[in-house]
């Protein structure tokens, strides 16, 4: 099989769009992606595009009645959380698959504001706030509150991942936010769930991100292999059993399932990533994921953050770009934007925020439900 | 509309005469517990293994979260907990009876599952609903 490269990757800066269409702020990160790599949409042979909010709209076809409507295949992506990675890693098998040599995946979200989960009942009456919660920040305060049983995992350490991530983005200008939140300002902010203040859930915005894929001779033949990204692993998984499935949604089965396939399809260890994006949709998902990455040992998590390893400058930079913290989480965006940021690192080319000598990174995301992408992505030259 | 209260979820039974009871389905091969319907079991994959047992109306608190900000309506704060009941089925729910700070609530707590009206939640055809809740054991 071909190895598959990435060549042009891109993302808008993450805001709110109200007077934009959502294949209209899809098309401008698919330009953009094209641009980086200096191709044009009549290359492209497949788009792959993940969307959720409009999962039945044809988001696809619509953005290419924007840039070119080419009459190449389109497939539509839906996967909660893990959409954008999805749609990435089908444009990469098929890559890989050697069906196509060069194609576009992009992911797009237009959020609203406020709660996510927790929706009202079809029939009978309302379960929210009579069988416990099921808006977000209360599911991954309960899996951090795992976390703390387990390992003992305070309050005052979720909060500084999200004093770290805050940190992050205002080196990094496509964040949503670029604002210093010291600690006690994010321990003493409103809080919304028990340990989720609301500084420490990540935030509603609308945004878009795209990848251009091409296999090893087509990077050759286009000249393009200077600043190509080499996928060494793309995995996606779903939550194998667990006893508390029906209650606690799991994000950790999954992510350690995909976590060990992908090392093992890279060849490599987590000893040798340099820069780790992970999904940080709330401040205690972060902590939960540096054992499940296996960077650490799960009791040590919380020593992790402590000891700024996990910041930029530290053992292990995690979200440097500000994570879905601060830099927002537009839902079917996120999975391409993370793959866009650790590419701009290995491609040395992030500014202020550059990882120093970055050659390997970790993209992971977690679609609840659940779904788990991963993918290594290595510099190539 | 029903004289009597109909039960919040379908795996919890109100016997014509007895008490409320939560019931679960154990699966005949591999011996997991379930809430809710259901034919094949999501572990081992048996088909048709299904039968009805009786929860125990006790446990341990597993986790929780004191949720302060809910939708319009809901009254807050309330503590949303998971609890492992003895027979190891887990199940989620609103931890009631116990002031809602970190400082009272411990993990591995015992508790109760106790039957009670739905915070007064009624449907569109006016029924009322029995619900259960957990509280610390007495």
Request: aromatic residues 6%; charged residues 20%.
């Amino acid at each position: 099989m071909t190895d598959a490269y990435i060549v042009g990757v891109d993302m808008i800066k993450f805001g709110r769009f109200p007077d934009k269409t959502v294949p209209q702020i899809g098309a401008q990160a698919a330009l953009m992606a094209l641009d980086d790599c200096g191709l044009s949409i009549q290359h492209m042979q497949a788009l792959y595009c993940g969307n959720l909010g409009q999962a039945s709209g044809m988001v696809g076809q619509r953005m290419l009645q924007e840039i070119g409507q080419t009459g190449m295949p389109v497939v539509n992506v839906a996967n909660a959380c893990a959409t954008g990675a999805t749609a990435f890693r089908e444009a990469w098998a098929s890559v890989k698959a050697g069906l196509y040599d060069v194609v576009l995946a992009v992911g797009v979200e237009q959020m609203g504001k406020g709660l996510l989960g927790g929706g009202g009942a079809k029939t009978g009456i309302p379960k929210e706030g009579l069988l416990g919660s099921g808006t977000m920040p209360a599911v991954f305060a309960e899996a951090g509150m795992e976390h703390a049983r387990h390992y003992g995992t305070t309050f005052e350490q979720f909060a500084k991942v999200s004093v770290k991530n805050h940190h992050h983005s205002t080196l990094n200008p496509k964040a949503m936010y670029q604002i210093e939140t010291p600690l006690e300002e994010v321990m003493n902010a409103e809080m919304i769930s028990y340990p989720n203040t609301k500084l420490m859930c990540s935030v509603n915005v609308d945004g878009s991100a795209a990848a251009v894929i091409c296999s090893e001779k087509k990077v050759r033949e286009l000249g393009l292999m200077d600043r190509a990204i080499k996928v060494r692993a793309s995995v996606l998984a779903s939550d194998p059993w667990q006893e508390r499935d029906l209650v606690m949604p799991d994000v950790n089965s999954c992510t350690q399932k995909a976590a060990k396939e992908a090392y093992e399809m890279a060849g490599l260890g987590p000893e040798d990533i340099d820069l780790i994006e992970l999904h940080d949709c709330f401040a205690t998902a972060e902590i939960l994921h540096y054992g499940n990455l296996g960077i650490c040992k799960q009791e040590d998590a919380g020593r992790m953050i402590d000891d700024g390893e996990v910041a930029l400058g530290g053992r292990i930079p995690v979200n440097v770009s500000g994570g879905l913290l601060s830099k927002g989480h537009p839902l079917g965006a996120t999975g391409i934007a993370n793959i866009y940021e650790v590419s701009t690192h290995l491609r040395n080319e992030a500014g202020a925020r550059q990882v120093d000598g970055a050659k390997i990174g970790l993209t992971h995301v977690i679609g609840l439900g659940s779904a788990c992408a991963i993918h290594v992505l290595e510099r190539a030259s | 509309m029903s004289n009597q209260p109909l039960p919040a979820v379908p795996y919890l039974k109100i016997p014509e005469d007895g008490s409320p009871y939560l019931e679960g389905l154990k699966c005949g091969q591999c011996g997991s517990t379930f809430l809710g319907e259901r034919n094949v079991c999501s572990k081992c994959g048996a088909r048709d293994q299904m039968s009805p047992v009786t929860l125990p109306n006790s446990g341990k608190l597993y986790s929780y979260s004191i949720v302060y900000r809910s939708f319009p309506g809901i009254d807050v704060p309330y503590i949303s907990a998971i609890v492992d009941l003895d027979d190891g089925t887990a199940i989620k729910g609103n931890l009631i009876n116990v002031e809602p700070d970190p400082e009272n609530i411990a993990f591995d707590m015992p508790v109760d599952v106790i039957f009670d009206d739905a915070l007064g939640r009624k449907d569109a055809d006016g029924n009322s609903y029995l619900s259960y809740f957990f509280q610390p054991k007495t």
